[in-house]
């Protein structure tokens, strides 16, 4: 198989206009002939939604929740970046790109980060005429903040809540087409597959989650915008019903999974208390500007933080790294911490924690300051712990966060089969191996709002107006049976183990060895655990209740089901890439400080995995599409 | 107030506690609903209240009962998935908190805890504790928007906003729809829910061309759906996890009365 990319030829800051300028176009009184099916219903499929139907395609949305206005867009907290310059600190749209694709460490195209770079500005426009109360001066412009490190103030921001924000704004405009008319509405649906006729897609099937009804529902085209797959590792910062079924049954599909191993590890979370754990919540790393990171230089001291002398404590971040110190990049914050636990300095009733202490900042600021500040994170950590970081350090753990991999798509948001797309969170497409703070929102929007638009319609131009082969075809019947099948099969295994339990022994596998630090032996050692656990699976999972009716348990089943195989390939995809790059750190490639060691000769590439079935083991096929830069030079990441 | 566990310098230990549940259950719109009673001893005070129901669940399960149904998403408070009724209060017993984020150190030994789904006639019960909340969803779906067009939004720094009007639509606008206003109010009024997001965008000038419009549109639709009207109870904001002030009701009368003027 050829990956064709499908970059536009010509210098980075034209190819996108030039593209938009020869894409071909669909006129207006054809555009209703055209149905457009969207899965997902965040930042990337309501901005979607809503603008194909603007434009007079017929849409139909489906989102898994009770409302769109629940996806987990929603709770992103920090802002979301555009180089408008508005605080004249030198910023540019060739600077945001190249922070981005520095950022992702040389592992994305550089023409799709341009892109996202150039039509950011766009976003902020479109999210102010909706309405989105984003933060303003004094003056009534809009303000800005600088985030995530970096040099300039780029972040629009609606205090901690601009995802809420921003996703409500995409919600509207989607609600204003339901109103109108152009846009069918199905909320509790879950996609369950990819209908494919004659090597294009053509429909989807979905599970109605109320009534349990399997529907079948054809299309000229099938955009995926489902989020991302952190919940494999059972706990994360994900809502609890993401999920990677609908990539995962698209990858089956024949759909190519990219780049399965990279995850983003957030450092500054709230860690485990217990077993019962459902989630995991992420505060601010920008705790990290005044908190500085800690844990006794004895092991097992059990003495209270407070009585801790400073002489005995291991402030390791500052020690490691003088330069940045408690400022280092997320992924490197996180290992550190993984690795003063596993040397057993690790703090509360777990281990699994390290100390965040704000005494030095208040002593220096003063505890109004830091309130100022920081109060609502101090607030939220008190409610949760229990414990209060005014007077006492708190404690925090790194938590999976977000999943740059995805599924494969070119330059067009296509993915290899023609017709279904993929926006968002769910393809691969624009972070690399590490997603730098405040870009997942603008990738969300500026997939959903401008990138679609456009290339949609170029590909529909090419399909002839009110084409149906009825939802009777047996194509349709075939996913329709295979749905049902697999339904019918969880519900009969009647076994001893909850799928809860299944899922947090995979996701303890996960997180082990396919987390923060990968090595050759645990990850060939994760592959075998994994699958001697799916087949388990298989065998003793209980499932209660019946398929016609709610039953939020049969849904995690299958969910979980396909965490399964993709665990697997994310092992594999991790042991193919012997290098060490963004969030990857592969023991084995390290430099002699310890720090991440890229090898651009030889990994210098995006890897497309081919599902080819499983049985006992996931088979699959690599394909590589190599990444060539014309425009950035290459460059080693120090932050001693 | 935060009923607090634990003070500073003492050391954190988790004790498991036992509470006594009393939950509804009902399969489906039609079926005639029930309590269900059941105890639990292995509480812990850091658990939240719905890892609380999550160990209930696993518990039947491994007596090959059915779970309890119950909706929930994000569990951190934003979402608006969760939206259960506890002792007779909406969200449960701590201010400004959804009841994802109520966490059982907030309750002790023995306690008698009854879990209710939000009750409005515009709210039909779908299974157990989950809730149609569709309604919601139509009243926006109404007018609860700005009619612009993707690509033809002017430069977003063209028209200043004073801060103050912004900050005071953003507090309507943090709205998280999760119906807790419509499960404390006597007449399961919506108002707050309609008033919340009609004030948001009423204050802003993106939004007040289509004030007039949108108001009529969405106090209709509201009584539509079968809400109840105001009668200034104010159980509301009490309730609402983002603490929405009731005069976002009093900006939507003020509107709508100037829509039937004008």
């Not at chain 1, 206005?69 to 970046?81: D, E, K, L, V």
């Not at chain 1, 754990?277 to 800690?294: A, C, H, P, Y």
């Not at chain 2, 900050?167 to 309609?194: E, H, K, R, W």
């Not at chain 2, 200034?232 to 009365?257: F, T, W």
Request: glycine share 8%; charged share 25%; net charge negative.
């Amino acid at each position: 198989m050829k990956l064709d990319s499908k970059v536009p030829e010509g210098p980075l800051e034209q190819k996108w206009s030039q593209h938009k300028k020869t894409m071909k176009l669909v006129a207006p009184n054809n555009r209703r002939k055209y149905e457009v099916i969207f899965v997902g219903t965040g930042l990337a499929g309501g901005a979607g939604a809503a603008s194909l139907a603007e434009m007079g395609y017929k849409v139909k949305a489906f989102c898994i929740q009770d409302s769109a206005r629940r996806a987990h867009s929603i709770a992103a907290q920090g802002g979301i970046n555009a180089a408008k310059n508005y605080p004249n600190d030198g910023d540019s749209i060739y600077r945001l790109f190249y922070d981005t694709i520095k950022g992702g460490d040389y592992r994305s195209r550089e023409a799709n980060v341009y892109r996202l770079a150039e039509v950011a500005n766009n976003i902020i426009d479109q999210a102010v005429a909706q309405g989105v109360p984003f933060a303003r001066e004094y003056s009534g412009l809009l303000a800005n903040r600088s985030f995530g490190g970096a040099q300039v103030s780029r972040t629009f921001y609606a205090r901690g809540q601009t995802g809420q924000q921003l996703l409500i704004g995409a919600y509207q405009s989607m609600m204003r087409q339901v109103q109108e008319g152009n846009i069918d509405y199905y909320t509790r649906h879950e996609m369950l597959d990819v209908v494919i006729i004659d090597g294009v897609a053509r429909g989807i099937i979905t599970r109605d989650l109320v009534t349990g009804e399997i529907t079948r529902h054809e299309a000229d085209a099938v955009v995926l915008a489902t989020g991302g797959y952190g919940n494999v590792f059972y706990l994360s910062t994900n809502a609890k019903n993401s999920n990677v079924t609908a990539a995962w049954r698209a990858h089956k599909k024949g759909a190519l999974f990219a780049n399965p191993c990279f995850v983003q590890v957030h450092p500054t979370c709230i860690p485990v208390s217990g077993d019962y754990q459902s989630k995991l919540t992420l505060m601010s790393e920008s705790l990290r500007n005044d908190g500085r990171v800690w844990v006794p230089r004895k092991k097992g001291d059990d003495r209270h933080p407070n009585d801790i002398p400073d002489a005995e404590r291991y402030y390791y971040l500052e020690e490691r790294y003088p330069s940045f110190g408690n400022l280092v990049p997320r992924d490197v914050a996180s290992r550190n911490a993984k690795i003063v636990c596993d040397d057993g300095l690790g703090v509360g009733e777990t281990g699994l924690a390290v100390y965040l202490d704000f005494r030095d900042a208040i002593k220096r600021d003063g505890e109004d300051t830091v309130r100022a500040k920081y109060g609502n994170l101090f607030d939220m950590y008190e409610n949760i712990a229990g414990e209060n970081p005014y007077k006492q350090p708190m404690r925090i753990f790194p938590a999976v966060h977000y999943t740059m991999g995805g599924l494969w798509v070119d330059y067009n948001l296509m993915t290899n089969i023609p017709g279904l797309f993929a926006a968002g969170e769910a393809n691969f497409s624009d972070h690399g191996a590490n997603r730098l703070g405040a870009s997942a929102l603008m990738q969300g929007l500026s997939d959903g709002y401008f990138v679609l638009p456009a290339t949609i319609g170029n590909y529909l131009a090419d399909v002839k107006p009110g084409t149906r082969y009825g939802t009777d075809h047996e194509a349709f019947d075939e996913a329709a049976k295979k749905a049902q099948d697999d339904i019918d099969k969880l519900l009969s295994i009647k076994g001893k183990r909850t799928i809860i339990d299944f899922h947090r022994s995979l996701g303890k596998i996960v997180w082990d060895k396919i987390g923060i630090q990968r090595s050759k032996e645990g990850l060939e050692s994760a592959i075998k655990e994994i699958q001697a656990l799916r087949e388990e699976f298989w065998k003793d999972v209980y499932v209660p209740g019946d398929k016609n009716n709610y039953n939020k348990y049969l849904e995690f089943a299958f969910r979980v089901a396909d965490f399964f195989e993709l665990a697997e390939l994310m092992a594999k995809d991790a042991l193919d890439r012997e290098e060490s790059c963004g969030c990857h750190l592969r023991e084995e490639f390290q430099t002699e400080d310890g720090e991440a060691l890229r090898n651009d000769e030889d990994f210098s590439y995006v890897s497309a995995w081919e599902y080819k079935g499983v049985n006992g083991k996931l088979d699959t096929e690599l394909h590589k599409e190599p990444l060539e830069f014309e425009f950035v030079e290459l460059k080693q990441r120090s932050y001693k | 107030m935060c009923f607090r566990v634990f003070v500073a310098n003492e050391k954190v230990m988790s004790k498991n506690f036992t509470v006594h549940l009393k939950y509804w259950r009902q399969d489906g719109p039609t079926a005639k609903g029930y309590f269900e009673e059941r105890t639990l001893d292995t509480v812990n005070e850091h658990m939240s209240f719905l890892e609380m129901l999550d160990v209930l669940n696993e518990e039947l399960q491994l007596e090959g009962k059915d779970p309890v149904e119950f909706d929930y998403d994000c569990r951190e408070g934003i979402c608006g998935s969760c939206n259960l009724v506890i002792n007779g209060q909406a969200h449960g017993p701590k201010k400004g908190t959804a009841c994802c984020q109520l966490h059982m150190r907030n309750y002790k030994h023995g306690d008698k805890i009854t879990i209710e789904p939000p009750r409005a006639a515009a709210f039909p019960v779908i299974k157990d504790l989950v809730v149609d909340r569709s309604a919601f969803d139509r009243i926006i779906e109404a007018g609860g928007y700005v009619s612009v067009k993707t690509g033809s939004a002017q430069e977003a720094n063209a028209r200043p906003i004073e801060k103050e009007t912004s900050d005071i639509a953003f507090d309507y606008a943090t709205c998280i729809g999760c119906g807790a206003c419509v499960a404390a109010c006597p007449n399961a009024s919506a108002s707050l829910f309609t008033g919340a997001k009609i004030a948001h965008l009423g204050l802003l000038p993106q939004g007040q061309v289509e004030q007039s419009n949108r108001v009529v549109a969405m106090v209709d639709q509201m009584s539509a759906e079968g809400f109840g009207d105001c009668s200034n109870y104010g159980e509301c904001e009490a309730v609402c996890p983002k603490e929405i002030s009731i005069s976002a009701i009093a900006e939507m009368r003020k509107d709508y009365v100037k829509a039937m003027f004008s």
